[in-house]
């Protein structure tokens, strides 16, 4: 089992609809969680940063995490094209902080 | 900002040659992360330094595998022999070191691998 899972997609929606993404985690002891979206041929780009539990939002981005159940979300509201990329979610391990990735997600935002 | 910069972009091999990659981190980023990242899935870690010292490596990092990073600035990663499953995209990314987690680390467009 990976330590950090997510469903690859592709998850299509139309333009202005929600984008709910989720992640699940196997690790109790890790605390923080990120977001990167990742366009085609580009590398990562931290979206989002959340530590412990609870909400965090930020523009058209939420965060959720709910350590209770291992579980990570985020919302996308207002869904453009330009949003059309893949998701990763990672939490750091360790002295280090070497992240530990999710597969990614997929998302196609159709106008 | 000029960000993390990696070159070359796109590198085509045969199998059984050397390559090397550079990065190039932002500036006051005093730790250097490189990750693999193959199709379809997720970066996976591969090595940290911070400063010039290399403080860990992946199991996923055979001894074809090398790192440095001279003077604690840029880091080079080399490939010896290269193999078929080494085609991959070569991620570089650096953060500024800190005693907790929340130091987020920024990634550059990375490096193709490609194998023929």
């Known amino acids: 089992q990976k330590e950090v899972e997510q469903d690859p997609g592709p998850l299509s929606v139309p333009e202005g609809a929600i984008v709910s993404l989720n992640c699940t985690y196997s690790?109790?002891?890790?605390?923080?969680f990120m977001w990167y979206r990742q366009y085609s041929r580009k590398g990562p780009e931290l979206l989002m940063y959340?530590?412990?539990?609870g909400n965090k939002e930020d523009g058209r981005f939420t965060a959720q995490v709910d350590k209770s159940s291992k579980y990570i979300s985020l919302f996308i509201r207002d869904s453009q094209p330009s949003d059309s990329a893949t998701y990763l979610c990672?939490?750091?391990?360790?002295?280090?902080?070497?992240?530990?990735f999710g597969g990614g997600t997929r998302v196609l935002v159709k106008p | 900002d000029t960000g993390v910069s990696q070159d070359p972009r796109h590198k085509i091999t045969k199998r059984g040659q050397n390559v090397t990659f550079r990065c190039d981190p932002i500036?006051?980023?005093?730790?250097l992360y490189w990750y693999r990242q193959t199709l379809g899935q997720g970066p996976e870690f591969l090595t940290y330094?911070?400063?010039?010292?290399?403080?860990?490596k992946s199991r996923l990092l055979s001894d074809r595998f090398s790192a440095e990073r001279p003077k604690g600035s840029f880091s080079t990663l080399e490939i010896q022999r290269t193999e078929q499953g080494d085609s991959a995209m070569y991620l570089c990314?650096?953060?500024?070191?800190?005693?907790?987690?929340?130091?987020?680390?920024?990634f550059g467009d990375g490096t193709r691998l490609s194998i023929l």
């Open positions: 990314a650096s953060s500024l070191a800190g005693g907790n987690f929340n130091q987020p680390q920024h």
């Open positions: 330094f911070q400063n010039e010292a290399q403080l860990e």
């Open positions: 500036s006051e980023h005093n730790r």
């Open positions: 990672a939490t750091p391990k360790a002295a280090g902080n070497k992240l530990t």
């Open positions: 690790n109790s002891a890790f605390q923080y």
């Open positions: 959340t530590y412990s539990s």
